[in-house]
């Protein structure tokens, strides 16, 4: 039993404190290898799902990314302006914006190849430990994603 009513309150006692600056460590050491493909962390994501599924719906790559189409529609209008994305409305349904990969877009992928090894080397853990976050964080999102 706590000794005091406030040890719920400290940063040391949040499970959000060590993910949000954890996230934001890697975020940060992404950022060289990424300014080299002329892309921002969420640009990257948004790619790899792109390389993953060559063409999607705006709702479609939310919920992969788990981002919201307002965060979306001006990431892939920028993506766009670059020449790596094209953005059309779906013959079938209008209320659905297509976002599809360009043969620059494609391209790029071969570009990025090297930034998993490169973050490998920033974060100095053993595969197991990788591996066991990795379980754990997905097993979380899974939890938010049924509410």
Known sequence: MPTNKYECLKLENQLCFPLYACAKE???????FLAALDLTYTQ???MMVLWEHK???IKQAGTLLYLDSGTLT???KKLEEKGLVTRTRSQS???NLIV???EKGAALQDEALAVPAQMSACVQLPPEDI???YT???KMLAQFSEE
């Open 131 to 133: 591996q066991q976050l």
């Open 44 to 46: 990257y994501i948004a």
């Open 100 to 102: 599809a990969l360009t």
């Open 55 to 57: 063409s999607l719906t």
């Open 74 to 76: 001006p990431l892939f």
């Open 93 to 95: 349904d209008e209320r």
């Open 136 to 138: 754990v964080l997905h």
């Open 26 to 32: 890697v975020v940060k050491r992404y950022r060289p």
